[in-house]
């Protein structure tokens, strides 16, 4: 027989010990809320990888015929990149409000990494060798500078320190989408070329780009939620998907593009306005 007085008593001290242990538990192993969002991120990334293999490679290299499958695995993998972009847009909103495990950053550097490193650059390297005006091996080159471009942009975040509300060089998650979209434009294979290695060199470049906060993090989860419904059209093979995924990847690179224009045009303007305010107090 169990008496229930001692029984509750056991039970109760070993709750405490529990209690005790997880007190005692180093604060860099404890993870947050942020943090799990982090994982998400990574998580999406891997399942991108994963459908492009699945889903257009591997049918490549059995020499399938079927194109609704490479076309619904494209739209898959490049649905989660979009949805990793979104756990990344929150994870830093989650530890601004909240808090972040000490291996927060790290986390998040190694999910970036992932998510929008690996996951792009493969995305390149399977479209050189599915695509058959594609230069395979100029392809994976092309790939390799994706890669690097981000390791270098990620591993320069974490060293460097800049003023607040702005990022140097062309943010991972953007620079990952606009690759994506310039591979899905299906331009000639030299322009592609060229526009994901410009790509690159920007997220690597000094072109200050501003961090999505406030108005500008709601504006870019409607467009990240936007460019998903246009995956899926184009997916499904809707009535003018094809046509409005064409547009909202051309809408991205021109974004690409053009954002680093306003950047050095405030930059130039500032130059003057110091300029002229120089002038004035030389003159007074």
């Excluded at 695509?131 to 981000?150: G, Q, R």
């Amino acid at each position: 027989m169990i008496d229930p007085d001692t029984q509750a008593g056991w039970v109760a001290e070993a709750e405490k010990e529990a209690e005790d242990e997880a007190e005692e538990m180093p604060l860099s192993l404890r993870l947050s809320i942020a943090d799990t969002l982090t994982l998400g991120n990574a998580t999406c990334g891997f399942m991108a990888v994963y459908f492009t293999t699945t889903g257009i490679l591997i049918p490549h290299l059995e020499g399938s015929q079927e194109t609704g499958m490479a076309r619904h695995s494209a739209a898959t993998a490049v649905i989660l990149m979009l949805a990793a972009a979104v756990f990344d847009l929150f994870d830093g909103l989650v530890a601004r409000k909240l808090r972040s495990s000490p291996m927060g950053a790290e986390l998040d550097n190694l999910s970036d990494l992932i998510s929008f490193g690996l996951a792009p650059a493969y995305f390149v390297l399977v479209w050189g060798m599915v695509d058959t005006t594609a230069v395979e091996k100029v392809s994976a080159l092309a790939a390799i500078v994706v890669l690097l471009a981000v390791v270098l942009r990620l591993a320069r975040f974490s060293c460097v320190t800049m003023k607040d509300g702005m990022f140097q060089g062309m943010p991972s998650p953007f620079g990952a989408l606009t690759v994506v979209s310039i591979v899905l434009l299906e331009l000639p294979f030299i322009p592609t070329l060229l526009a994901i290695i410009g790509t690159a060199w920007l997220m690597v470049s000094r072109v200050e780009y501003p961090k999505p906060r406030g108005v500008l993090a709601v504006a870019m989860l409607g467009w990240i939620v936007s460019a998903m419904g246009l995956l899926a059209a184009w997916a499904f093979d809707a009535p003018g998907g094809h046509l409005l995924l064409q547009t909202g990847c051309a809408l991205q690179v021109v974004l690409g593009a053009v954002i680093p224009l306003f950047a050095t045009a405030r930059r130039v303007n500032t130059f003057r306005y110091n300029r002229r305010e120089a002038r004035a107090a030389q003159h007074s």
